[in-house]
Nanobody, 121 residues
Framework: QVQLVESGGGLVQPGGSLRLSCAAS????????MGWYRQAPGRQRELVAH???????NYATSVEGRFTISRDNTQNTVYLQMNSLKPEDTAVYYC???????????????WGQGTQVTVSS
């Protein structure tokens, strides 16, 4: 069994900050890429930020310069620091990771359950 558990969502005023965390646990032999996606009501899920196993990152244009993705490979955890939040950042945020289990030689994508981020005054 492999689980991704997110935390850190909530309600914040415009201009505020939040830090999301996502910890992977279970029978994990390796993790390659990790990322954060979001889905607002009535919209498709979109990539917010991605970090490769070597640490290279890429961001959606809408969040570049405001959000920072990082990972702790010793804790199998990925973070998303979100600053200067805007109402349009309101969405459910999901973490994603490519994980290889001990009983497999293939990486498969796993998803967290999602955490709500609401930016409103």
């Amino acid at each position: 069994q492999v689980q991704l558990v997110e935390s850190g969502g909530g309600l914040v005023q415009p201009g505020g900050s939040l830090r999301l965390s996502c910890a992977a646990s279970g029978s994990i032999d390796g993790i390659n890429s990790m990322g954060w996606y979001r889905q607002a009501p009535g919209r498709q899920r979109e990539l917010v930020a991605h970090i490769a196993s070597g640490g290279s990152t890429n961001y959606a244009t809408s969040v570049e310069g405001r959000f920072t993705i990082s990972r702790d490979n010793t804790q199998n955890t990925v973070y998303l620091q979100m600053n200067s939040l805007k109402p349009e950042d309101t969405a459910v945020y999901y973490c994603n990771a490519g994980i290889r289990r001990y009983d497999s030689d293939t990486y498969y994508p796993y998803w967290g359950q999602g955490t709500q981020v609401t930016v409103s005054s």
